[in-house]
């Protein structure tokens, strides 16, 4: 019930807000305010606050109720006298408060409520715009426009405040709170599991999302580098996941189950880099869990030294006077298979660690922990194309591949181009060898659709953690993720560590659990600083880009069992209930491409026949297009090319790709990832009838520009954001994504040599000469491979297209109408012409922005947005513009028109600007996205 | 400080063992060789020698067995690494009691014994190739998967990896460590292959040395007190070419060691010993 309140609000909200976003000035108000009381914080802080992330901070001095102690101190220290009053406090936005029990949280309400009056218009705005921002990235770009701005503007300023963040995320996270005001919900007690064992109670409101959560259990932790950790849940099938901080929790953990795990999600290959004594000793704690249960196995002499340890940093040091230790050593686990001669053997090498402080000993303990093989290493249950049952084990290098305990096999980051998963199957792009003309694709099957997703969210997390530098430019972001919903939102590792090298707070005194008889708090201790350096395994020399496309067409299948069963039919046209057939037969597969061995380093090659379309968009193009584009795609393939194996992923139900390569400079990541399953499952849950109906209708809901990849025709993108570099600088960031969910863009982006493109062409061309299976063949026949000039005369201009279609609960979408389950349904198509300069693989530096600004303007069924960034790259200033033209309408439109005309007004604004991206993407909505 | 992976090469004890009589006519060979007995001995007295009063080794020699033709070659009796020592099941079936006497040897050494009684797994130690930061061992005539997997429960602190050896006896018959994070390797496809394999599958960076002979690139390395870098490896009468290559590692001592009768019988410089390194005890 609630939901769909919340939903509904949130409708008007955004409806509200686009009445407003005309005037911007009033957002940037607001947006000034809240930096401003960001900024308070800050300094009244602990001190705290300035490290924590912009997302953080502004939660908190928005939100009442927010959790942390911070925030209190920052309105006004009174606020802390106050907090002995109880009464209900008066508070500014009227829900969350009321739940609030703790005293900290009354006194926060008094805080609020005087913070409020500064603030109250920015509350009541902003948390439309929080939420808009994720919903835009989902579903309509107009809105986004606004958010974008406003965002902007507020994440300058708190650039200025905060260092190192960077990201453009912070919208995202800010929303949960916020919008929590608004709908008054219940609130929901909230059971977290610490690391030391002991349970953590907290309240949140229904609809809070997982950022909130995990923020409160790390204040009360009194946490800082909080970016290795993360929360688990356990879903309906008893599996871990991750609870996403960008999502509501209730859609996440779809039970009334709210148990969760604090837990260490990113193990840092080196500790002793890490800057405080807390946050090790909290991985301390995870990696006596690992080692006790087993799951991080060592050797005998392994688990007495680290035994030794342990008890040397909560017993310290070892007194003979003692009556036997081993009295109390024994109630204590280090061992799956501890017995009398380990305890001995700790109790000796106990003794010889005295005079180490706990934070020696803890750092000790990591020391030789990190080196141990499986130290970091998320295994997950899979079988190879055999049927051979194996684990996959995703870590900070890499993909590792064992069968019983022995690796056989190893796949670092940089030589995976694309990670995606179908059904239930996983799927590796292997970049080719020095030797190997040809890329590989290595298939692996996973139990059902739900662990493959999981093993595929997990891969792009690790890589966007370890091998980023930031997450995903936060311009660029939007426009690129519209379609896609997950990605890596959180710090990178690089991030990470910059912030936490700022903070200068004292060291937090704690206590180490299970200390009975010491409590040796580190304070004081001195910090031994292990200075590891460079421990990146030497493998990756290329800069890790990243470029994510997860263009899940997520369809949902409402349950994952079922998806085997679900048949998908999509059909070319958005509007009608596309059933997905799915079929499993061709699950794991190692295709090497034969055909062009060119492909793999120049993306201008041409590809083969038309049919290869980016490799992404094959994915998608399958789901939107009817089975019989599957099929016939299929076929074409195997005509067309032999390159490619034909995988069976022409139906996918939900897919998700990752292209791990992205250059670093540029940082811009495309993660498209469709919906994720859960969220769309929950949504659809969540989504209520009303918008069932509107499926049942058919005609999808609004009609973005369409690119219908089945006409060949239409070689340019019809609709869509039109990007226009610079012709010379190149090396952009051309990744990005293309999906967006609702409308079609166009982008024509110029970088020629941007690195960007090489990896993109890389990826897209491999990718389409095995992947064509993917798309029908109209595809491939608007999209060639080849890269093909835009019209624009311009610079060596090479189209690399990505063909994107992602369709969301296609599957599902027939059956819903008639069970009357609400499905939102959505398709998406990208098609993406990129310029074919590629040397820039080279160029893995990072440019420096020098300026951003956001332009939108609206007009009867268009909203044109219009992104322009400059780039300081080596010498050169690169000027890009990126145009997001959104088209909303019925299919009458007449799409190709509509993106000719694009196309040609932005080559009339920027005659000196060359076209270096188009991209399509038509997104249409059987059923109600979420609102 | 026991402390893991610290060390590598840092070896206090070595385990040999006679050369018996019966391996002239007896021993397993990949080709067929006459092969001169008083000079295998004498070349193996040698060997022991080296390691006992040049390198200070303090060794422990196993009287040789009649019976068991190829005992010299203890190595592929018992692969050991820290305080752990597991007793392989060799994959000739005429060796596998040699891991008798070596398995009394080694516990008297007080070293963790673990036994491969599982009898489908088949392991040589000369298959197995320990970096410093894993292991690698060779599927090979000798050794299969199952061999690997005890291996690798054996040594849960480090990664096993399997490569496939597709020429030679056993891995190291084209292989070896030349120091930390060096990896000698012979010229040959095969080796180069398993090369290639190696790095794929290996989180660490490993610096390679290519010798023109698959032979010449089965060596010893050792890390001793007031020695440093030590390495042992073929004489320059028995593959002039790859010597050469020695020469070019710097700031270590270079001893050549003369093989030439053992190597008959697929018997490299690693296989006539196990090199051991007891800590002091706390």
């Not at chain 1, 790259?873 to 299919?891: A, M, N, P, Q, Y």
């Not at chain 2, 597709?166 to 000698?184: D, Q, V």
């Not at chain 2, 060596?219 to 030590?230: A, D, Q, R, S, T």
């Given at each position: 019930?609630?939901?769909?309140?919340?939903?509904?609000?949130?409708?008007?909200?955004?409806?509200?807000?686009?009445?407003?976003?005309?005037?911007?000035?009033?957002?940037?108000?607001?947006?000034?305010?809240?930096?401003?009381?960001?900024?308070?914080?800050?300094?009244?802080?602990?001190?705290?606050?300035?490290?924590?992330?912009?997302?953080?901070?502004?939660?908190?001095?928005?939100?009442?109720?927010?959790?942390?102690?911070?925030?209190?101190?920052?309105?006004?220290?009174?606020?802390?006298?106050?907090?002995?009053?109880?009464?209900?406090?008066?508070?500014?936005?009227?829900?969350?408060?009321?739940?609030?029990?703790?005293?900290?949280?009354?006194?926060?309400?008094?805080?609020?409520?005087?913070?409020?009056?500064?603030?109250?218009?920015?509350?009541?705005?902003?948390?439309?715009?929080?939420?808009?921002?994720?919903?835009?990235?989902?579903?309509?770009?107009?809105?986004?426009?606004?958010?974008?701005?406003?965002?902007?503007?507020?994440?300058?300023?708190?650039?200025?405040?905060?260092?190192?963040?960077?990201?453009?995320?912070?919208?995202?996270?800010?929303?949960?709170?916020?919008?929590?005001?608004?709908?008054?919900?219940?609130?929901?007690?909230?059971?977290?599991?610490?690391?030391?064992?002991?349970?953590?109670?907290?309240?949140?409101?229904?609809?809070?999302?997982?950022?909130?959560?995990?923020?409160?259990?790390?204040?009360?932790?009194?946490?800082?580098?909080?970016?290795?950790?993360?929360?688990?849940?356990?879903?309906?099938?008893?599996?871990?996941?991750?609870?996403?901080?960008?999502?509501?929790?209730?859609?996440?953990?779809?039970?009334?189950?709210?148990?969760?795990?604090?837990?260490?999600?990113?193990?840092?290959?080196?500790?002793?880099?890490?800057?405080?004594?807390?946050?090790?000793?909290?991985?301390?704690?995870?990696?006596?869990?690992?080692?006790?249960?087993?799951?991080?196995?060592?050797?005998?002499?392994?688990?007495?030294?680290?035994?030794?340890?342990?008890?040397?940093?909560?017993?310290?040091?070892?007194?003979?006077?003692?009556?036997?230790?081993?009295?109390?050593?024994?109630?204590?686990?280090?061992?799956?298979?501890?017995?009398?001669?380990?305890?001995?053997?700790?109790?000796?090498?106990?003794?010889?660690?005295?005079?180490?402080?706990?934070?020696?000993?803890?750092?000790?303990?990591?020391?030789?922990?990190?080196?141990?093989?499986?130290?970091?290493?998320?295994?997950?249950?899979?079988?190879?194309?055999?049927?051979?049952?194996?684990?996959?084990?995703?870590?900070?290098?890499?993909?590792?591949?064992?069968?019983?305990?022995?690796?056989?096999?190893?796949?670092?980051?940089?030589?995976?181009?694309?990670?995606?998963?179908?059904?239930?199957?996983?799927?590796?792009?292997?970049?080719?060898?020095?030797?190997?003309?040809?890329?590989?694709?290595?298939?692996?099957?996973?139990?059902?659709?739900?662990?493959?997703?999981?093993?595929?969210?997990?891969?792009?997390?690790?890589?966007?953690?370890?091998?980023?530098?930031?997450?995903?430019?936060?311009?660029?972001?939007?426009?690129?993720?519209?379609?896609?919903?997950?990605?890596?939102?959180?710090?990178?590792?690089?991030?990470?560590?910059?912030?936490?090298?700022?903070?200068?707070?004292?060291?937090?005194?704690?206590?180490?659990?299970?200390?009975?008889?010491?409590?040796?708090?580190?304070?004081?201790?001195?910090?031994?600083?292990?200075?590891?350096?460079?421990?990146?395994?030497?493998?990756?020399?290329?800069?890790?880009?990243?470029?994510?496309?997860?263009?899940?067409?997520?369809?949902?299948?409402?349950?994952?069992?079922?998806?085997?069963?679900?048949?998908?039919?999509?059909?070319?046209?958005?509007?009608?209930?596309?059933?997905?057939?799915?079929?499993?037969?061709?699950?794991?597969?190692?295709?090497?491409?034969?055909?062009?061995?060119?492909?793999?380093?120049?993306?201008?090659?041409?590809?083969?026949?038309?049919?290869?379309?980016?490799?992404?968009?094959?994915?998608?193009?399958?789901?939107?297009?009817?089975?019989?584009?599957?099929?016939?795609?299929?076929?074409?393939?195997?005509?067309?090319?032999?390159?490619?194996?034909?995988?069976?992923?022409?139906?996918?139900?939900?897919?998700?790709?990752?292209?791990?390569?992205?250059?670093?400079?540029?940082?811009?990541?495309?993660?498209?990832?469709?919906?994720?399953?859960?969220?769309?499952?929950?949504?659809?849950?969540?989504?209520?009838?009303?918008?069932?109906?509107?499926?049942?209708?058919?005609?999808?809901?609004?009609?973005?520009?369409?690119?219908?990849?089945?006409?060949?025709?239409?070689?340019?993108?019809?609709?869509?954001?039109?990007?226009?570099?610079?012709?010379?600088?190149?090396?952009?960031?051309?990744?990005?994504?293309?999906?967006?969910?609702?409308?079609?863009?166009?982008?024509?982006?110029?970088?020629?040599?941007?690195?960007?493109?090489?990896?993109?062409?890389?990826?897209?061309?491999?990718?389409?000469?095995?992947?064509?299976?993917?798309?029908?063949?109209?595809?491939?026949?608007?999209?060639?491979?080849?890269?093909?000039?835009?019209?624009?005369?311009?610079?060596?201009?090479?189209?690399?297209?990505?063909?994107?279609?992602?369709?969301?609960?296609?599957?599902?979408?027939?059956?819903?109408?008639?069970?009357?389950?609400?499905?939102?349904?959505?398709?998406?198509?990208?098609?993406?012409?990129?310029?074919?300069?590629?040397?820039?693989?080279?160029?893995?530096?990072?440019?420096?922005?020098?300026?951003?600004?956001?332009?939108?303007?609206?007009?009867?069924?268009?909203?044109?947005?219009?992104?322009?960034?400059?780039?300081?790259?080596?010498?050169?200033?690169?000027?890009?513009?990126?145009?997001?033209?959104?088209?909303?309408?019925?299919?009458?439109?007449?799409?190709?028109q509509a993106l000719a005309q694009a196309i040609k007004e932005a080559k009339e604004q920027h005659p000196d600007m060359s076209v270096t991206r188009v991209v399509v993407h038509k997104e249409t909505e059987l059923a109600e996205e979420e609102d | 400080m026991a402390g893991l992976m610290a060390g590598f090469g840092h070896y206090t004890h070595a385990l040999v063992r006679g050369v018996p009589a019966s391996l002239t006519r007896a021993?397993?060979?990949?080709?067929?060789?006459?092969?001169?007995?008083?000079?295998?001995?004498?070349?193996?007295?040698?060997?022991?020698?080296?390691?006992?009063?040049?390198?200070?080794?303090?060794?422990?020699?196993?009287?040789?067995?009649?019976?068991?033709?190829?005992?010299?070659?203890?190595?592929?009796?018992?692969?050991?690494?820290?305080?752990?020592?597991?007793?392989?099941?060799?994959?000739?079936?005429?060796?596998?009691?040699?891991?008798?006497?070596?398995?009394?040897?080694?516990?008297?050494?007080?070293?963790?014994?673990?036994?491969?009684?599982?009898?489908?797994?088949?392991?040589?130690?000369?298959?197995?190739?320990?970096?410093?930061?894993?292991?690698?061992?060779?599927?090979?005539?000798?050794?299969?998967?199952?061999?690997?997997?005890?291996?690798?429960?054996?040594?849960?602190?480090?990664?096993?990896?399997?490569?496939?050896?597709?020429?030679?006896?056993?891995?190291?018959?084209?292989?070896?460590?030349?120091?930390?994070?060096?990896?000698?390797?012979?010229?040959?496809?095969?080796?180069?292959?398993?090369?290639?394999?190696?790095?794929?599958?290996?989180?660490?960076?490993?610096?390679?040395?290519?010798?023109?002979?698959?032979?010449?690139?089965?060596?010893?390395?050792?890390?001793?007190?007031?020695?440093?870098?030590?390495?042992?490896?073929?004489?320059?009468?028995?593959?002039?070419?790859?010597?050469?290559?020695?020469?070019?590692?710097?700031?270590?001592?270079?001893?050549?060691?003369?093989?030439?009768?053992?190597?008959?019988?697929?018997?490299?410089?690693?296989?006539?010993?196990?090199?051991?390194?007891?800590?002091?005890?706390?």
């Open positions: 019930m609630t939901t769909e309140a919340g939903s509904k609000t949130e409708v008007k909200e955004k409806a509200e807000e686009s009445a407003a976003g005309p005037d911007q000035s009033e957002q940037a108000k607001q947006e000034h305010q809240e930096g401003e009381n960001a900024v308070r914080e800050e300094k009244e802080g602990k001190g705290i606050s300035r490290y924590l992330p912009t997302w953080f901070k502004k939660p908190k001095s928005q939100s009442q109720t927010s959790p942390t102690k911070e925030v209190q101190p920052t309105e006004e220290p009174a606020s802390k006298a106050t907090k002995e009053e109880e009464g209900p406090s008066p508070d500014v936005n009227g829900h969350a408060e009321e739940v609030e029990e703790k005293e900290e949280v009354k006194s926060e309400q008094v805080k609020e409520t005087e913070a409020e009056t500064h603030s109250n218009t920015s509350a009541d705005t902003e948390p439309a715009k929080g939420e808009r921002v994720e919903e835009v990235e989902e579903q309509s770009p107009e809105e986004a426009k606004e958010t974008k701005e406003g965002e902007g503007a507020e994440e300058e300023k708190k650039e200025g405040q905060v260092e190192a963040e960077g990201n453009g995320q912070t919208s995202v996270f800010q929303s949960p709170l916020r919008v929590v005001r608004k709908t008054k919900m219940k609130v929901i007690v909230c059971h977290v599991t610490l690391l030391d064992g002991t349970d953590f109670t907290c309240e949140v409101e229904k609809r809070a999302k997982g950022q909130f959560l995990f923020f409160k259990v790390c204040e009360h932790l009194n946490l800082l580098e909080k970016d290795y950790f993360g929360l688990i849940y356990k879903d309906n099938h008893e599996q871990k996941c991750w609870l996403d901080p960008t999502k509501e929790i209730k859609r996440q953990i779809r039970s009334n189950n709210w148990q969760f795990t604090f837990n260490v999600k990113f193990y840092p290959p080196d500790p002793s880099l890490l800057t405080e004594d807390i946050t090790r000793y909290l991985l301390c704690l995870q990696l006596r869990e690992d080692v006790a249960s087993g799951r991080l196995p060592c050797s005998f002499v392994t688990h007495a030294l680290l035994g030794s340890y342990t008890l040397q940093a909560e017993f310290g040091d070892y007194e003979p006077d003692q009556p036997r230790p081993l009295d109390f050593i024994n109630q204590l686990t280090f061992a799956p298979n501890q017995n009398k001669e380990m305890e001995e053997k700790i109790l000796e090498l106990h003794k010889s660690h005295r005079g180490m402080t706990p934070a020696q000993a803890d750092l000790q303990f990591l020391e030789n922990a990190k080196k141990l093989s499986m130290y970091g290493v998320d295994l997950h249950h899979a079988k190879d194309s055999e049927g051979v049952d194996i684990m996959l084990g995703v870590c900070a290098n890499g993909l590792l591949v064992y069968k019983d305990r022995l690796r056989i096999n190893r796949f670092a980051w940089p030589k995976i181009l694309k990670i995606s998963y179908k059904r239930n199957n996983f799927y590796i792009k292997i970049r080719p060898g020095e030797t190997e003309q040809f890329e590989s694709t290595v298939g692996f099957k996973l139990q059902n659709h739900r662990s493959a997703k999981r093993l595929w969210k997990v891969c792009v997390e690790n890589h966007s953690f370890f091998r980023l530098n930031a997450p995903e430019p936060p311009n660029k972001a939007r426009f690129l993720t519209l379609g896609s919903k997950f990605r890596y939102s959180g710090r990178t590792q690089a991030q990470t560590r910059l912030a936490s090298s700022l903070i200068d707070r004292p060291a937090p005194s704690f206590d180490r659990t299970s200390s009975k008889r010491i409590s040796r708090s580190l304070d004081g201790a001195p910090v031994i600083s292990v200075t590891a350096a460079g421990r990146d395994g030497a493998e990756n020399g290329r800069d890790p880009h990243l470029e994510l496309h997860s263009d899940s067409k997520v369809s949902v299948s409402q349950t994952e069992a079922a998806s085997a069963e679900n048949t998908i039919s999509e059909t070319k046209e958005p509007e009608k209930m596309t059933e997905i057939e799915i079929e499993e037969t061709v699950v794991i597969q190692e295709v090497s491409k034969a055909t062009k061995a060119g492909l793999v380093t120049v993306p201008p090659s041409p590809p083969p026949p038309p049919a290869a379309a980016a490799p992404p968009a094959e994915q998608e193009t399958q789901q939107q297009e009817v089975k019989v584009q599957e099929e016939v795609v299929t076929v074409e393939e195997t005509q067309q090319r032999k390159q490619e194996s034909v995988s069976s992923e022409s139906e996918s139900e939900e897919e998700a790709e990752y292209h791990p390569d992205v250059p670093v400079s540029l940082c811009q990541t495309q993660i498209p990832e469709e919906k994720e399953e859960e969220e769309e499952e929950e949504e659809e849950e969540d989504v209520e009838p009303e918008k069932e109906v509107e499926e049942q209708v058919s005609p999808p809901v609004a009609l973005p520009a369409l690119a219908e990849v089945s006409h060949p025709e239409d070689e340019t993108s019809q609709e869509g954001v039109c990007r226009k570099e610079d012709a010379d600088e190149n090396k952009e960031q051309e990744h990005e994504t293309e999906e967006s969910t609702d409308d079609v863009m166009v982008t024509p982006d110029e970088a020629p040599d941007s690195p960007l493109l090489s990896e993109e062409t890389e990826k897209t061309a491999p990718s389409e000469e095995k992947e064509p299976r993917v798309n029908g063949e109209a595809l491939l026949v608007e999209v060639d491979p080849r890269p093909q000039v835009i019209c624009c005369s311009e610079p060596p201009v090479v189209k690399t297209e990505m063909v994107t279609i992602s369709d969301t609960f296609a599957a599902q979408k027939t059956e819903i109408a008639t069970k009357e389950v609400p499905i939102v349904h959505t398709e998406t198509k990208t098609i993406t012409y990129e310029a074919a300069q590629l040397d820039g693989n080279g160029d893995g530096e990072p440019g420096v922005l020098m300026t951003a600004q956001t332009i939108t303007s609206e007009s009867l069924c268009t909203t044109t947005t219009t992104h322009i960034t400059k780039t300081l790259k080596g010498g050169l200033s690169e000027t890009r513009i990126e145009k997001r033209i959104v088209i909303t309408g019925d299919c009458d439109i007449d799409h190709d | 021993a397993l060979r990949m080709q067929p060789t006459e092969v001169d007995l008083d000079m295998a001995r004498r070349e193996h007295e040698a060997y022991v020698e080296l390691l006992r009063a040049r390198l200070g080794l303090e060794v422990v020699e196993l009287p040789a067995d009649e019976s068991l033709p190829d005992c010299v070659f203890v190595e592929d009796a018992a692969v050991v690494c820290g305080e752990t020592a597991l007793i392989t099941r060799p994959g000739a079936e005429s060796r596998r009691r040699e891991t008798d006497a070596v398995k009394r040897a080694l516990k008297d050494l007080n070293l963790n014994i673990v036994e491969m009684t599982d009898e489908n797994a088949t392991l040589d130690g000369g298959d197995v190739l320990f970096t410093g930061q894993e292991f690698f061992v060779g599927l090979s005539k000798r050794t299969n998967q199952r061999g690997a997997e005890i291996l690798a429960d054996a040594f849960k602190d480090y990664a096993v990896s399997t490569v496939p050896v597709m020429a030679g006896l056993h891995l190291k018959s084209f292989c070896s460590m030349g120091g930390p994070g060096l990896i000698i390797i012979g010229s040959s496809e095969p080796a180069q292959k398993a090369l290639k394999i190696m790095q794929q599958m290996s989180d660490y960076r490993y610096d390679k040395l290519t010798v023109p002979d698959d032979l010449a690139a089965n060596c010893i390395y050792m890390n001793l007190p007031n020695k440093g870098h030590v390495l042992l490896h073929c004489t320059e009468k028995e593959f002039p070419e790859s010597v050469k290559m020695f020469e070019k590692l710097k700031d270590y001592m270079l001893i050549p060691v003369c093989n030439s009768e053992k190597v008959k019988v697929d018997g490299a410089l690693t296989c006539c010993s196990v090199l051991i390194n007891q800590k002091a005890n706390i």
